[in-house]
C-alpha cells in the first residue's frame, strides 16, 4: 500500500530552524501553521482508515477458518492459536478506539490533534504488521498441511521454512513504503511542534 503522502520537507524545516535561531518572523509562523495544516489534511486523505482495518479483519477470518477446521480434523493445539488471534484482534481494537477518543478530545489543539492523528496511523499500522508478522507464516503453514499433505506426515520444518520466507517477501511489499512514510511524517511533526515551542518562547 502507497500512502498519499510521499514529500520530504526536512530541507523546509531545517531552514526554518536557523531562521528561528537567529530572529521571530511571521513569516516562519505562518509557514509553520500552514505546513501543519497540510500535513492534518494529508494523513485525512491517506486510504489506511480503509485499507488496514481490510487487511486485519481478513487476516483473522482466514487464520480462524484455518484454525477451526485443524480443530475439526483433531489437532487441538491450534485452538491456541484461534485463541490468540481473537485476543489480538480485542486487543488492537481496544487501542484504536483509545487513539480515536484522544483524537477528539485535542480538537482544538493543532500540534495535539496534528500527533494524535499520526498516532492513530501507526496504531493501524502496527497492529496489521505484527498481526501479519504473527499469524501470516502460522495460516501458511496450516494451508500447506491441508492441500499438500492431508496425513500430516511430512516435517514441520518443511513447511515452516516456506511458509516464513513467503511471509518475509509479502512484509516487504505490503509494509516497507509505509514504514519509511511513517518515520518521515513522526520527524517532520516532532519538528514543526520544536519550532512552534521554540517561536513561542522567544515571543
Known amino acids: 500500500m502507497k500512502p498519499v503522502y510521499r514529500e520530504d520537507a526536512t530541507k523546509g524545516i531545517q531552514d526554518l530552524i536557523a531562521d528561528s535561531e537567529h530572529q521571530h518572523t ?3 509562523e505562518q509557514w509553520i501553521e500552514e505546513r501543519k495544516k497540510q ?3 494529508k494523513m485525512k486523505e491517506d486510504t489506511d482508515n480503509k485499507e488496514y482495518p481490510i487487511m486485519l479483519n481478513g487476516l483473522i477470518i482466514v ?3 484455518m484454525s477451526l477446521i485443524h480443530i475439526i480434523n483433531g489437532i ?3 485452538a491456541i492459536v484461534l485463541v490468540a488471534g481473537i485476543a489480538y484482534y480485542i486487543y488492537t481494537t481496544k487501542k484504536l478506539k483509545k487513539a480515536i477518543f484522544q483524537l477528539q478530545e485535542h480538537q482544538n489543539n493543532i500540534d495535539q490533534y496534528m500527533y494524535d492523528g499520526y498516532l492513530i496511523k501507526d496504531t493501524r499500522f502496527t497492529a496489521v504488521k505484527f498481526a501479519f508478522l504473527l499469524f501470516f507464516p502460522i495460516i501458511c503453514y496450516m494451508g500447506f498441511r491441508l492441500i499438500e499433505d492431508s496425513s500430516y506426515t511430512l516435517p514441520i520444518w518443511q513447511y515452516a521454512i516456506t ?3 513467503i511471509s518475509s517477501i509479502a512484509w516487504f511489499m505490503f509494509f516497507s513504503d509505509d514504514q519509511a512514510y511513517l ?3 513522526d520527524s517532520e511533526i516532532k519538528g514543526l511542534m520544536a519550532i512552534s515551542k521554540q517561536i513561542e518562547s522567544n515571543l
Open 76 to 78: 487441538f493445539l491450534f
Open 26 to 28: 511571521s513569516h516562519s
Open 183 to 185: 518515520e518521515q511524517l
Open 163 to 165: 511458509a516464513v520466507t
Open 39 to 41: 500535513l492534518i489534511l
Open 63 to 65: 487464520l480462524a477458518v
